[in-house]
């Protein structure tokens, strides 16, 4: 698993989002790993794009997913 974190920069019909650059220790240890980039999340739900404000910081996980079992890979 990888964590960054980001920032939201943009409520819009999508969520934008920044990684951390600085504000705290944390956010320095993680500039040093991830200095740039961006997520844009395209969101139907306007419940969901509620739960997102702008400069508010959000950690984001990746983890590998498995793939369903009877896919085809083309």
Request: overall charge negative.
């Amino acid at each position: 698993m990888v964590r960054a974190k980001f920032y939201v920069t943009a409520v819009l019909p999508s969520v934008l989002l920044q990684p951390v650059v600085c504000g705290s220790k944390e956010n320095e240890v993680f500039f040093k790993y991830t200095p740039g980039g961006q997520i844009r999340l395209d969101i139907l739900s306007e419940e969901t794009v509620k739960q997102f404000e702008v400069g508010v910081e959000y950690y984001v996980d990746f983890t590998k997913a498995t793939p369903p079992e009877n896919t085809n890979p083309a």
